[in-house]
């Protein structure tokens, strides 16, 4: 019997969480049909990643080094009483013994965002988190960073600031 290393099994676990768990997503049963942005592009040209398949996020990156994940998800047309800090608090939701290690108020899309610094255990690994919430016509976007290094390290950090900056929402 062939079996996958760890890390390939933790990859997965967190594609098929990420997928429940991304803010926008996570308040929606599955029986509810999710609208996503129709106009979100992405410009993100970066060697270090590698875009691979997520059913249920928009976009999802894959960095070949650490072999962390980005992904970025939106939704349209629920939740938009929710605030900023409802939305980053939800994703943390599905880490255990999650704490915030920085959080701030920054712009995107011409709207106010929230970028916050988490870690956490996911399935009893500790993992870090990144992450940029931003509501924009109707719609909410969730930018989020997932690594297992031991720290968030500066590279990391940049190349989720470039993946954000990438990106643009218009009218919905």
């Not at 768990?21 to 040209?45: A, I, Q, R």
């Not at 960095?63 to 939704?75: C, Q, T």
């Not at 297992?148 to 919905?172: M, P, T, Y």
Request: net charge positive.
């Amino acid at each position: 019997m062939k079996t996958r290393p760890l890390w390939s099994n933790f990859i997965l676990l967190l594609i098929t969480v990420m997928g429940i768990l991304v803010s926008s997503c996570s308040f929606v049963s599955n029986s509810e049909s999710v609208e996503k942005s129709k106009n979100l592009n992405l410009n993100f040209k970066n060697s270090s990643w590698i875009k691979i398949d997520s059913d249920k996020a928009d976009y999802a990156f894959k960095h070949k080094e650490s072999r962390s994940i980005m992904v970025i998800n939106s939704l349209c047309k629920k939740y938009d009483r929710t605030t900023l800090e409802q939305l980053t608090e939800n994703i943390l939701a599905g880490l255990q013994e999650s704490k915030t290690t920085e959080q701030n108020k920054l712009r995107l899309f011409d709207r106010e965002s929230l970028r916050t610094k988490a870690s956490g255990k996911l399935d009893g690994v500790t993992t870090h988190m990144m992450i940029e919430v931003v509501k924009k016509d109707r719609c909410i976007y969730d930018f989020v960073l997932i690594t297992k290094k031991s720290i968030l390290d500066k590279n990391l950090e940049a190349d989720f600031i470039e993946l954000v900056r990438s990106s643009q929402a218009g009218h919905q």
